[in-house]
């Protein structure tokens, strides 16, 4: 069982997961996933707009793992916000999956009909189809003009998170409320750059570590949920490798220093929405 850390709904999400992000529908997510699950990954992140929930749903199934042993997240798409369109997508999803429940729901982007789509996973959670809700790509000024008029506070916000964005101000927000920061692109997507910085290459031979596994230590002393993606078993499994050693107080100070206070997306920029509308349809495979 890998660590896990209580939501301020009360459930519990383990500290890892499986990122699945980009990773193709062509059998590649469904090894990909199986190796994970073999390997100890009991948390998987994936999304509608990442086309490969049947093959999450079919590892699942096929690892033999109890249902209430694995920690499933997916997201809602922009197509489907409001509250007719979003109580729609919950149930493709779920058909998709294969599952009766989701762990944890997000709206993916902000924007749009967010207080719509918000009701209708409300309203999901009630009816015992989702266990946990919360929202992605929430920056401080979206969080403000959103959160403050739900009925439910969300369980987490999944933004960019790596060394080089940190996140301070939003971190501050969410800390108030309880709420979770999940980290997605924890170790920047494979940036060379950051998985080549001085302090963390050091680091990595004080401990006999690689450079993945010191980035993902620092996320996780640092109190924020990630769930690293990679195609390749090797990887798979050392990125899980994080808990037989901590980082000291001055190394984690050292890598804070990284931060640039920006990430390579920004939510709040002008034309996202558009851009982000026309950069899928998940209604193409229903
Ligand atoms: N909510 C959102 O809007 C949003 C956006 C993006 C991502 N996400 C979620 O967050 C998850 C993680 O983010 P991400 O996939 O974008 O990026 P990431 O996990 O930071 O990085 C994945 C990349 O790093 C490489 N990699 C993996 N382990 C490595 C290691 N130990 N050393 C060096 N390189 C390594 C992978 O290559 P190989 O596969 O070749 O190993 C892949 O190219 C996603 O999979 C997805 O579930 C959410």
Redesign the pocket.
């Known amino acids: 069982m890998t660590a896990t850390i209580k939501l301020n709904d009360g459930n519990e999400i383990p500290v890892i997961g499986f990122?699945?992000?980009?990773i193709p529908n062509d059998g590649s997510t469904y090894r990909a996933v199986s190796d994970a699950l073999k390997l100890g990954y009991r948390h998987i992140?994936?999304?509608v707009a990442?086309f490969n929930e049947a093959e999450v749903g079919r590892a699942i199934k096929d690892s033999g793992i109890p249902r209430d042993q694995i920690w499933v997240t997916s997201?809602l798409w922009l197509q489907d916000f409001g509250f007719e369109a979003a109580t729609k997508a919950i149930e493709t999803s779920l058909t998709k999956l294969g599952l009766d429940y989701m762990d944890l729901y997000?709206i993916?982007?902000p924007y749009g009909d967010v207080p719509g789509a918000w009701r209708a996973m409300e309203a999901a959670k009630q009816a015992g189809k989702i266990r946990s809700i919360g929202v992605?790509?929430m920056t401080t000024k979206i969080w403000q003009s959103f959160v403050p008029q739900f009925v439910t506070k969300p369980a987490v916000n999944?933004v960019?998170f790596?060394p080089y964005f940190q996140q301070r101000p939003l971190r501050e927000l969410l800390a108030a409320d309880e709420v979770k920061l999940e980290?997605?692109?924890?170790?920047?997507?494979?940036n060379q750059a950051l998985?080549n910085e001085p302090v963390i290459t050091k680091l990595a031979e004080k401990y006999g570590k690689?450079?993945?596994?010191i980035i993902l230590r620092f996320e996780n002393q640092s109190g924020i949920i990630v769930?690293?993606?990679?195609?390749?078993p090797a990887?798979i499994k050392?990125?899980l490798e994080i808990f037989d050693f901590e980082l000291t107080t001055s190394e984690m100070t050292a890598i804070e220093q990284l931060d640039t206070d920006h990430g390579q997306h920004n939510p709040d920029a002008d034309g996202v929405q558009a851009i982000l509308l026309s950069a899928f349809d998940v209604h193409a495979d229903n």
């Open positions: 990122g699945t992000f980009q992140d994936t999304a990442y997201k997000l993916h982007q992605s790509n999944q960019e790596n980290a997605w692109a924890p170790l920047g997507q494979g998985l690689d450079a993945g596994q769930f690293p993606k990679s195609v390749h990887r050392s990125n």
